[in-house]
């Protein structure tokens, strides 16, 4: 993170782009203040503190400075328009990447690939992609969730990719073709994760990008189609209405935590530590 930051802070430098004071980067000041002082509230020494600090108020810089430094570096329209295509074409990479893996049960170093888990499958036992998104799970989690992170990711991509694509179709329809193509491939990856909250919210992202566009109608057909075929895989009808998890005790802990903490929070990194108390 602190290289990030460093790496954003020399574009910053090197742009004429007056720095944006607006509400998002006080927004981020405000939440790195908070994490200061929740960290030191928490902590039990020096090092503790750096700990949670690092953790919290870090994390925030490094947002904040990330977005400074795509808005420097994206000025310019063509800049603009060459991110949203690298974005796109990343994501699309990934995408050709996962469905190969499913396909071929590719398991490589790292977690890298798919990852085994029952009653998960569509169409060959037991897999699930997470593609380059992987990492060996910690000793509490009772099944890997690195294809919970692939699937934020492809929520943010798709509908860049979609997007891209119906502004190029009246120009260049060629391009628009292989944009939309690889938007459907990335459609596919965020599927095989099996991820129920970025498929919900990508159906909540096709409905507002049918709304902004004037084509309500088509965004609504959509998702009625991607909804009735999902219902109508067994195993993801199962998935999604009838699989066990610990959810609620999960969502109850995150009530019960804040109303013991009010003030300052248990601090960044503690959660896992006052969680089974709660």
């Known amino acids: 993170s602190l290289l990030g930051v460093l790496v954003v802070l020399a574009i910053l430098a090197s742009s004429r782009e007056p720095i944006p ?5 006080f927004g981020f000041v405000l939440l790195g203040v908070t994490a200061v002082i929740s960290s030191g509230a928490n902590a039990g020494s020096l090092a503790d503190f750096g700990r949670l600090a690092g953790r919290s108020a870090g ?3 490094f947002y904040c400075a990330l977005i400074l430094g795509v808005r420097a570096a994206c000025a310019p ?3 603009a328009r060459y991110a949203l295509l690298l974005f796109a074409g990343a994501a699309t990479l990934e995408a050709l990447f996962c469905i190969w893996a499913y396909a071929t049960r590719y398991a490589g170093p790292y977690g890298m690939g798919v990852v085994t888990f029952a009653n998960w499958s569509v169409l060959t036992g037991h897999l699930r992609v997470q593609g380059t998104f992987s990492a060996a799970p910690r000793a509490y989690e009772a099944a890997p969730v690195s294809p919970n992170f692939l699937a934020a990711y492809l929520v943010m991509s798709i509908p860049v990719t979609a997007g891209w694509a119906l502004f190029a179709w009246p120009k260049r329809r060629s391009v628009a ?3 939309a193509g690889a938007a459907l491939l990335q459609a596919a990856t965020l599927y ?3 991820t129920r909250a970025a498929i919900g919210a990508l159906c909540v992202a096709l409905l507002a990008f049918g709304l902004l566009l004037g084509r309500r109608k088509l965004a609504v057909a959509l998702l009625v189609a991607g909804i009735i ?8 009808r199962r998935k999604l209405l009838y699989e066990g998890h610990d959810r609620w005790n999960l969502f109850a802990a995150s ?3 804040p109303a013991d903490h009010p003030v300052v929070g248990v601090g960044d990194g503690n959660y896992e530590q006052v969680l089974h108390d709660h």
């Open 229 to 236: 075929g999902a219902m109508a895989t067994p195993s993801v």
């Open 192 to 194: 095989l994760t099996y």
């Open 77 to 79: 329209k063509r800049w």
């Open 21 to 25: 004071r607006d509400s998002v980067i």
């Open 255 to 257: 009530v019960l935590i």
């Open 177 to 179: 073709v292989l944009l």
């Open 59 to 61: 994390r925030v810089a």
